[in-house]
C-alpha cells in the first residue's frame, strides 16, 4: 500500500493511494490521468488530516520541513494515521514524500519506509492541485489565504533571520565606498578650483584635500591672515612651518578678491568636502567590523576592501565559497577573459586580487603563479567562513603566512612548508583553549562541512566519488 503525505499551509494531510498500480505506469501516464478529479478521487482517499493550530505553528512546520526535519507533531500525526506495525515484522505500506529529506528522517526516526520518485511527486502533484476537494468545509478562499500568509511569513523570516543575507551589508557598503571616492574626490577638485581664485597660492602648499577643505573654510578670505593666526594652522594641520608659509603666502597672493557672499558659499562647499570625508571615514571602519565578523580568515589574508570586493562581485559569501580556485582567480576580469578567447589571445592571469600587495610584491614573472597562489588559499578562506559555526581568524593567518613564505620561495629559494603542517598548525592554536571533546567536536564539524559542500558540488563531475564522499559525510 502506498500513503501520500501532503504538506498544505493549512496542516498535515494523509492520503491513501490504493486504486493505483505503479507498476508499468509512465510518468506522463500519470500525469494524464491524475488531472482529471473523478478519476483520481477514485483512486487516492483521505486518510487523515490535522490543522496546523496558528499561523506561528505553521510556519514552524514550514521551517521544519523545509531543513528536512521531523517534528513531533509530525511524528505523533503519522504514528495516529498508519497502520501499525508488529514488532519484529516488516511494513507493508511505504509513505511518498515531496522532500526526501524529510523521508530519511521519517526512516531513521520511526522506522516507517519511505520513497520519493518521479511517480510519488506527480501524486502528490495532483493531491496539490485537487485538494481543496478532498477537506470538507475548506473553502478554496481560505486555503488560498493560509497559503498567502504562510508565504509571506516564511519569506520574511528566511531574509531576517539567513546568516547567508547579512554580507548584504558587506555589499552595500563597498558600492558606497566606491562611490563616494569618486564624488569626494571630484568635490575636492572643485573646491581647489573654485578656492584657487582667491588664494592660487595654497595648491602648491597643501596636497591633501581634506586638508585644504579645512583651509579653505578656516581661512575664508586670504587678506584677514596674520602672524598671530599660525598657531591655529599649526594645530589644523600639524605642521608650524607650513602654517608660516601659508600665513606669508596669503601676503603676496596673485588671487583675485571675492565678495562676501561668493566666500560664504566656498565656506560652505568645503563643510560639505569635510562632511563627505569623515562620512567615508566612518563607512570604513565600519566595512572593517563587518568584514571582521563575516569573513574574518578572509579579510585577515587579503585584506578588507579586496575581500569586500570579492564577496561584492560573487554576489554573496556563500557564492564565493562555491568558486573554485580558477574562477576566484580573474574574477572582475571577466571583459579581458571573453576578449582572450574571442580573439585567441592570452587570458588575464588576475582580476580584483591584483589589488592585494601580494601581486605587487612579486616580480615580474611570478606574477602569475602568485595569483594562482593567491587565489587557491582565498577559496579555502571563503570557504572556512562561510561554511564554519565558529568565528576566527586563525586560519587565515596561518593562509597568510603561507602566501609570504611562497614569496620567499620564489625570491629567495626557501622551502615553504607544507599545507598539511599549516593547517595543524591552525587547529592547535584554535583549540589550545579547548578540552579534547571540544577539539574532536570543532575538527569533525570544520570537515564534515567542508565535505558536504565538496560532494555536493561535484556529484555531477565526479559521479563515481558522490558515494563515497557521502559515506565519509555520514560517519562524520
Request: aromatic letters at 8%; hydrophobic letters at 40%.
Amino acid at each position: 500500500a502506498l500513503y501520500l503525505l501532503f504538506e498544505s499551509a493549512s496542516g498535515y494531510a494523509l492520503f491513501h493511494a490504493h486504486g493505483i498500480d505503479e507498476i508499468g505506469q509512465s510518468v506522463d501516464a500519470v500525469r494524464s490521468t491524475v488531472l482529471d478529479l473523478k478519476r483520481f478521487s477514485k483512486a487516492v482517499k483521505l486518510a487523515g488530516f490535522t490543522p496546523f493550530l496558528s499561523a506561528v505553528d505553521a510556519l514552524n512546520q514550514c521551517n521544519a520541513i523545509s531543513e528536512g526535519i521531523m517534528t513531533d507533531e509530525l511524528r505523533n500525526f503519522l504514528e495516529l494515521n498508519l497502520p501499525k506495525v508488529k514488532e519484529g515484522k516488516k511494513a507493508k505500506f511505504t509513505v511518498g514524500v515531496m522532500e526526501p529529506k524529510v523521508g530519511s528522517h521519517i526512516t531513521e526516526a520511526t522506522g516507517i519506509p519511505c520513497q520519493s520518485n518521479d511517480y510519488v511527486q506527480e501524486l502528490l502533484r495532483a493531491v496539490r492541485l485537487h485538494f481543496d476537494q478532498f477537506i470538507e468545509q475548506l473553502k478554496p478562499s481560505d486555503l488560498e489565504k493560509a497559503q498567502l500568509g504562510l508565504g509571506h511569513s516564511y519569506s520574511r523570516a528566511k531574509v531576517k533571520f539567513n546568516v547567508n543575507r547579512v554580507d548584504n551589508m558587506v555589499i552595500q557598503a563597498i558600492f558606497l565606498l566606491d562611490t563616494l571616492d569618486k564624488d569626494v574626490n571630484s568635490f575636492s577638485m572643485r573646491v581647489r578650483e573654485w578656492y584657487g581664485w582667491h588664494f592660487p597660492e595654497l595648491v602648491k602648499i597643501v596636497n591633501d584635500n581634506y586638508l585644504y577643505a579645512k583651509l579653505a573654510k578656516f581661512v575664508v578670505n586670504k587678506s584677514d591672515l596674520s602672524e598671530k593666526d599660525i598657531p591655529a594652522l599649526a594645530d589644523l594641520i600639524g605642521d608650524e612651518d607650513k602654517a608660516k608659509e601659508i600665513v606669508e603666502a596669503a601676503k603676496a597672493s596673485m588671487g583675485q578678491d571675492l565678495s562676501p557672499v561668493d566666500l560664504i558659499n566656498v565656506q560652505q562647499f568645503a563643510q560639505r568636502v569635510m562632511n563627505l570625508s569623515e562620512y567615508r571615514k566612518n563607512l570604513y571602519e565600519y566595512l572593517v567590523t563587518k568584514m571582521n565578523d563575516i569573513a574574518p580568515n578572509l579579510t585577515s589574508l587579503i585584506g578588507e576592501m579586496v575581500g569586500a570586493r570579492l564577496i561584492s562581485h560573487a554576489g554573496s559569501l556563500s557564492n564565493l565559497a562555491k568558486c573554485p580556485a580558477s574562477t576566484l582567480q580573474i574574477l572582475g576580469a571577466e571583459k579581458a577573459l571573453f576578449r582572450a578567447l574571442k580573439t585567441r589571445g592570452n587570458t588575464p592571469k588576475y582580476g580584483l586580487i591584483f589589488h592585494s600587495s601580494f601581486i605587487g610584491r612579486a616580480s615580474t614573472k611570478n606574477k602569475g603563479r602568485m595569483a594562482r597562489y593567491l587565489a587557491n588559499k582565498c577559496s579555502i578562506a571563503s570557504r572556512i567562513d562561510c561554511y564554519s559555526d565558529m568565528s576566527s581568524s586563525i586560519f587565515g593567518e596561518k593562509l597568510r603566512e603561507q602566501v609570504e613564505e611562497r614569496l620567499d620561495f620564489y625570491d629567495k629559494g626557501v622551502a615553504p612548508r607544507k599545507n598539511l603542517d599549516v593547517m595543524k598548525a591552525a587547529i592547535d592554536g584554535l583549540t589550545n583553549t579547548e578540552d579534547d571533546d571540544g577539539k574532536d567536536r570543532l575538527v569533525l564539524s570544520l570537515v564534515s562541512r567542508l565535505l558536504t559542500l565538496f560532494y555536493q558540488s561535484n556529484i555531477i563531475v565526479y559521479p563515481k566519488m558522490h558515494s563515497q564522499a557521502k559515506r565519509m559525510v555520514t560517519h562524520l
